[in-house]
Every structure is written in C-alpha cells, then in structure tokens.
C-alpha cells in the first residue's frame, strides 16, 4: 500500500479519507473500520468500529464514485455515531459521543417488571449522546434526535429526574 494513504496514531495505522472516503490517492478508497474520515457533527476527525459505520460509509463511497462518473455533486457524510446490542431479551442502543459526564436515569433494578435505563452524556452544557437499555422504537428515535440536536443539558439532577422525557421533548 502506498505510504502516502497510511497514516499512523497512537493506536494503529488506518486510512485518512475525505468525507466521501477517497484517499490521497485520487480514485482509490477505503470505507468501514480502517478510514478515518471527517465527522461533520462533532468538526474532528474520527474512526469508526460498527457495522452500521462500515455499510453506510461504502454506500458513500459508491454514491461519490458514481456521482464523479456522472458529473453530479454528493452531500458530504454526515454520520450519528450508532452503537447497539441485542443478546436474549435485553436490547441496548446508543447514540452519539460518550464524552463529558455520564448522567443515569430509570430503572435498573433486574427484579423490576421492565427495568429500563439509560444515560446521557454532557459535555460543555450540550447533551451529546444517549444510551438506553429495554427502549422501544418511539423512545431509541427520541434518544437519535437528542444526540443529533445535542440540546443544552440542564442540571444533572433535573436530567436524571426528567429520564427519556428530556429526550422526548426534542
């Protein structure tokens, strides 16, 4: 591989791509775990381990190319960091930067009849991601549009007491 598509950090090499996953290397792309690209919501650059990442960025990918074929202009990508699990009957998901301070909310004691639970994430006053365990599809779009909008957060008391109806509200 060409040294000027590798690039190294403090944890291993990876691929620096723009934000339609070409290289350096006009023509020449990389997508999924081992790009590093631009991540338009939080103005850094950012590599990705997920699925979800790896099929979106190569549909990126495929889009830019065939866009150049045709002469017509892509949108840049605009990624939501999206994590999840589904093991049994338990269900996680979550969305956004887990940085800043961890604020939990809900129910988490096992011998509930459905605990549910979750946290946000605040850094610099704004809400920047959101993590809910049990969520049904209405409350994990909520918790995607909170992540997404990173509201102002409010104090950590009223977070947690507020729980998903914070991100209900957005």
């Not at 994590?83 to 338990?90: A, T």
């Not at 998903?164 to 509200?169: D, G, R, T, V």
């Amino acid at each position: 591989m060409p040294k000027c598509l590798m690039r190294l950090n403090k944890f291993r090499h990876f691929v620096q791509t723009d934000a339609f996953f070409e290289t350096s290397v006009p023509g020449v792309y990389a997508v999924g775990d081992v790009a590093t690209f631009p991540m338009k919501i939080y103005n850094d650059e950012r590599r990705v381990e997920h699925v979800d990442h790896s099929r979106k960025s190569a549909e990126q990918a495929v889009k830019a190319i065939k866009g150049k074929e045709a002469g017509s202009a892509v949108e840049e990508y605009d990624y939501l960091p999206y994590f999840y699990s589904r093991s049994f009957d338990l269900s996680w998901q979550f969305y956004g930067d887990n940085v800043g301070d961890a604020i939990l909310f809900g129910d988490a004691d096992p011998s509930s009849a459905k605990p549910k639970f979750g946290s946000y994430w605040v850094k610099d006053g704004k809400c920047v991601g959101a993590f809910l365990e049990g969520g049904s599809p209405d409350e994990n779009t909520a918790i995607t549009k909170l992540a997404r909008a990173q509201p102002p957060a409010t104090s950590p008391d009223e977070l947690k007491a507020a729980g998903l109806q914070f991100a209900s509200k957005i």
